[in-house]
């Protein structure tokens, strides 16, 4: 499941330059990483459920080549049809969250995307 990110090698310094300008700090460190991961255009994780057990998860998606085009994700929870979800977003904008996984891997050991990422996928955003 996590053998994905653990295994990841970091993506060439061609593919990152046009990224670059998106991020900072640790994230901008991580960024070849996060390419990496994003060519592999899916991933298997868990949905840490605070006082209940994970949901695992299942996200594809199409690999684009410029941070402004769109990437279009599907993630489908716990092998349910019903639990099906479809997001789209530029590609920058997904390859942060994919980040996000790594650092939440790196402290939990566990492939999870942030809150921030759900409330996008199930349209909860809200502009403050």
Known sequence: MSS?????????????????????????ELLPYGISLYKQANLEGERIIEGGESVPFVITWNVATLPADLTRCQVRFAN?????????????????????????????????????????????????
Request: proline share 4%; hydrophobic share 45%; net charge positive.
């Open 4 to 28: 994905a990110i653990k295994q990841l090698k970091p993506a060439e310094k061609a593919a990152c330059m046009p990224f670059m300008p998106y991020y900072q700090g640790a994230k901008r």
């Open 80 to 128: 349910d049809a019903d639990l099906s979800y479809e997001v789209t977003m530029a590609s920058f904008e997904f390859i942060d969250f994919l980040i996000d996984v790594i650092l939440n891997y790196k402290k939990r050991q566990i492939a999870d995307f942030s809150q921030a990422f759900y409330r996008k996928l199930l349209r909860y955003e809200t502009d403050i």
